[in-house]
């Protein structure tokens, strides 16, 4: 099933894409990933094997990306950018190993998980091992405001996993309540990795906090379109199996708007399927999930909550003058936001 | 079964005690107990209950109190060891709660483990959550040097965590091989537990490495007692259940040892009950195994290693004068070896 979205009047260009940020950012991306791959490696083969599989299926280092564009954007000339870079992604990794086997997926971007081929017990420990590792580097970096920034962000977003996981199907979730889930879980490390781009570069605080800004609502438009994605056609394109948020019950924005503007009947569909978590195993229930997402236009509405936050996002930007970083990182919320398409 | 182990001419007391150890630093060790209660602080309730649960059964404080005792046999007259000891108590509990999950145990210090009241997913969300706080509150300490050591302790320990892992079931396991696990795996928190009460003193570096060998030594002895519990009588009145590593089919030294020196019977009952995990349901297997450490003295041996890494730390401490800080360590290596009668 299709979502119909009216895309006029909107602001963003259809066909967005990374090319620009990948332009800028391409031959730091590599020593990114050259760093990763030296950093993970330890003699217990286990763990660069068990990591370079995430790693390598991770896709497009979206969150290391930002930390090199938004150094750019703030003049930085060294190269502390890129160990501080391979940090955020070794956080992200670890949180993507602890997730598949909380969430118990085996599927991460069309190939098996790491816990479907290695087992949980690996998974959690080599997520261990990674985020132990980001500490190290970011202690060779040498910066104790890194480290704080950082740090509080782990912390965050383990907060925020958790607070995911005592929500769970809960139908009466408020927006409000689903937003701080999302803000913690996702946003906190997103506002992070932009944050220390301006850290290293020295640049005064008021263009930290605005890349902090930035990174914080881009990331909420992120988990806005990654929650659309579930639902929507086009999710299949992307390897990801499509319901995965239906099938554990997980309650979305789409889920929300539906529950919310729907009728008793469709109040009682969503109890069952979410709460209680009484699927057909024919998929008709996830079908009509989505015909009331499309009857409710809960995913359009989703998508346009996404863009308020990207509004929030450029506007964050306004105060750097213009630049090609600057272009890039404005490309990337369209970027986020047009994969729903 | 008892284990009978010759305790003529062997160096330390029997009935040693933590008395002197708790009289030095009780009053230090209440301030790193509201410090803990403090930090854990979360709005995500469950955070604070299930980390209270796993930190009120933690049993001892041992790894906070050898930052105590350390700080203060280098004469540390600030705070900032309080803060630290108790960061060193976050990474371990955040250990502890993925160690249950991994080894799916049931138990821990005869109360149900976290994972067994909340499920697997909380622990390993709250684990991480627990590790990251400890990194914000050392990032609050200030020393770069301490966030290198307490960095790559935990990196350390996770790959000793999986090196265990890989190396697991399997009874061609070296006493070697064994040592570098427990090695990562317990003894490198030891080690930065004690060496961090140097470094918040300033002290010269020799006495940061003599702690730091205390400590890793100490660590090794106190793993190698804790292996031989888990197949003796003493370790029903530690509220742990008997027999679990058997049960696991974990190579530990007291096996090791049975193995090497078994006959080809022998040797095809160690693989069978470890490596093919096929155990007798009435317990009669474990006691066959007891019955066989008892006949090749794989108990008493082990608890004679342990002693050979007691004495080494007992020497690392000769460098720094006689004081009750250095009695209250010394107290410790005789504790933690005589646990196992």
Same mark, same amino acid.
């Given at each position: 099933?299709?979502?119909?979205?009216?895309?006029?009047?909107?602001?963003?260009?259809?066909?967005?894409?990374?090319?620009?940020?990948?332009?800028?950012?391409?031959?730091?991306?590599?020593?990114?990933?050259?760093?990763?791959?030296?950093?993970?490696?330890?003699?217990?083969?286990?763990?660069?094997?068990?990591?370079?599989?995430?790693?390598?299926?991770?896709?497009?280092?979206?969150?290391?990306?930002?930390?090199?564009?938004?150094?750019?954007?703030?003049?930085?000339?060294?190269?502390?950018?890129?160990?501080?870079?391979?940090?955020?992604?070794?956080?992200?990794? $670890?949180?993507? &190993?602890? =997730? #598949? @086997?909380? /969430?118990? *997926?085996?599927?991460?971007?069309? !190939?098996?998980? +790491?816990?479907?081929?290695?087992?949980?017990?690996?998974?959690?420990?080599?997520?261990?091992?990674?985020?132990?590792?980001?500490?190290?580097?970011?202690?060779?970096?040498?910066?104790?405001?890194?480290?704080?920034?950082?740090?509080?962000?782990?912390?965050?977003?383990?907060?925020?996993?958790?607070?995911?996981?005592?929500?769970?199907?809960?139908?009466?979730?408020?927006?409000?309540?689903?937003?701080?889930?999302?803000?913690?879980?996702?946003?906190?490390?997103?506002?992070?990795?932009?944050?220390?781009?301006?850290?290293?570069?020295?640049?005064?605080?008021?263009?930290?906090?605005?890349?902090?800004?930035?990174?914080?609502?881009?990331?909420? $438009?992120?988990? &806005?379109? =990654? #929650? @659309?994605? /579930?639902? *929507?056609?086009?999710?299949?394109? !992307?390897?990801? +199996?499509?319901?995965?948020?239906?099938?554990?019950?997980?309650?979305?924005?789409?889920?929300?708007?539906?529950?919310?503007?729907?009728?008793?009947?469709?109040?009682?569909?969503?109890?069952?399927?979410?709460?209680?978590?009484?699927?057909?195993?024919?998929?008709?229930?996830?079908?009509?999930?989505?015909?009331?997402?499309?009857?409710?236009?809960?995913?359009?509405?989703?998508?346009?909550?996404?863009?308020?936050?990207?509004?929030?996002?450029?506007?964050?930007?306004?105060?750097?003058?213009?630049?090609?970083?600057?272009?890039?990182?404005?490309?990337?919320?369209?970027?986020?936001?047009?994969?729903?398409?």
């Amino acid at each position: 099933m299709a979502i119909v979205v009216n895309l006029e009047n909107e602001r963003s260009k259809k066909g967005a894409s990374l090319d620009a940020l990948m332009a800028l950012v391409s031959d730091d991306l590599a020593l990114v990933n050259t760093s990763i791959v030296e950093r993970m490696h330890s003699p217990v083969e286990l763990i660069p094997q068990l990591a370079g599989h995430i790693i390598a299926a991770g896709g497009k280092r979206l969150r290391p990306m930002l930390t090199l564009a938004s150094a750019k954007l703030c003049g930085h000339r060294e190269q502390r950018h890129i160990h501080l870079a391979a940090c955020v992604e070794f956080i992200h990794t $670890a949180t993507l &190993l602890h =997730d #598949d @086997v909380v /969430d118990d *997926s085996s599927l991460r971007r069309g !190939l098996a998980s +790491a816990n479907a081929v290695w087992g949980n017990k690996p998974s959690v420990l080599v997520g261990d091992f990674l985020f132990s590792r980001s500490f190290e580097l970011m202690v060779e970096d040498g910066s104790l405001q890194v480290l704080a920034i950082l740090s509080h962000a782990a912390s965050v977003l383990s907060e925020g996993e958790v607070l995911q996981l005592v929500t769970a199907n809960d139908t009466s979730t408020s927006e409000d309540a689903y937003l701080e889930v999302i803000r913690a879980k996702t946003a906190a490390l997103f506002a992070a990795a932009c944050q220390i781009g301006a850290v290293v570069s020295d640049r005064p605080k008021v263009e930290e906090e605005a890349l902090e800004s930035y990174g914080l609502n881009l990331g909420i $438009a992120f988990q &806005l379109i =990654d #929650d @659309v994605l /579930d639902y *929507s056609a086009k999710q299949e394109k !992307l390897g990801k +199996a499509l319901g995965d948020d239906f099938r554990e019950g997980k309650i979305t924005l789409p889920v929300i708007l539906a529950f919310r503007r729907g009728d008793d009947a469709e109040r009682q569909f969503w109890r069952r399927t979410l709460e209680d978590l009484e699927q057909a195993e024919d998929g008709s229930d996830l079908r009509e999930a989505q015909r009331l997402m499309e009857k409710h236009q809960s995913l359009a509405d989703t998508v346009k909550r996404a863009r308020h936050y990207g509004a929030i996002a450029r506007d964050a930007l306004g105060i750097f003058p213009d630049s090609p970083a600057k272009s890039a990182l404005t490309d990337i919320i369209d970027f986020c936001i047009e994969r729903a398409f």
